[in-house]
């Protein structure tokens, strides 16, 4: 069936450091995949996307590439900041049309000062 | 910016009491959701509605999970009665219906469930 596998945490950091957070799913189809973030106490916001292969999504920063070949979908950042402590999500839309979210476990990010 | 309204934020309840979480999706949308999020964990979908009806409900406990959304609108959560497993977050998510590959799903604060 669908799934995402990513990374396992904790991940800590210096601020400035770079960062990639690992990400693979099942090639069941071509789903579009997405980052979330959470932050301490909340929600998940959407952090980036990317609908096809070869697709770029990047907000604030991060970027992650839509690799078909692979089937990866992995988070990087140049120069990680303090305010950017949380746990990221990778995951993808489900396949068979029923337009739902499949999630990775998490990777909780600590960035020191 | 339009938001996922979710009530309450934090709920502490015995078990075998019964619990009611509600939903507001973002004006417009049609497809809302329902996830649990077990700490330490990603969310995991429990109940997916397309306006007033379910479309995916296969991982609703449906012996005390119950979900409605009357008027294909704001939705409801209900477990009954709870016990001490099912203390986690509930997310609410909203999106457009239509183009899959286009959409993108939002999602409210949660609604923290502690159950004692």
């Known amino acids: 069936g669908d799934s995402v596998t990513q990374m396992e945490g904790p991940v800590t950091l210096s601020e400035e450091a770079f960062l990639t957070i690992n990400c693979t799913y099942t090639a069941t189809g071509y789903p579009s995949l997405f980052w979330y973030v959470q932050y301490p106490g909340e929600g998940l916001q959407l952090l980036l996307k990317?609908?096809?292969?070869?697709d770029k999504g990047s907000n604030k920063g991060f970027e992650a590439t839509y690799r078909k070949e692979t089937t990866s979908f992995h988070l990087e950042k140049g120069s990680v900041q303090v305010s950017d402590s949380a746990v990221y999500f990778c995951a993808r839309l489900s396949s068979g049309g029923s337009e739902k979210l499949v999630f990775g476990k998490g990777t909780k990010l600590t960035v020191n000062p | 910016e339009a938001e996922v309204a979710q009530s309450p934020r934090y709920k502490i309840t015995e078990k075998s009491q019964a619990v009611a979480f509600w939903c507001d999706p973002i004006s417009g949308h049609a497809t809302l959701y329902w996830y649990r999020q077990i700490l330490g964990q990603g969310p995991e979908l429990l109940v997916q509605?397309?306006?007033?009806?379910?479309?995916?409900d296969s991982q609703l406990p449906k012996d005390r999970f119950s979900a409605e959304r009357l008027k294909g609108v704001d939705s409801t959560l209900k477990i009954q009665p709870a016990e001490l497993g099912d203390s986690a977050m509930y997310l609410c998510?909203?999106?457009?219906?239509?183009?899959?590959?286009?959409?993108?799903?939002?999602f409210g604060e949660g609604s923290w469930l502690t159950v004692v």
């Open positions: 998510a909203s999106s457009l219906a239509g183009d899959q590959r286009g959409n993108t799903i939002y």
């Open positions: 509605f397309q306006d007033e009806s379910v479309v995916d």
């Open positions: 990317a609908t096809k292969a070869d």
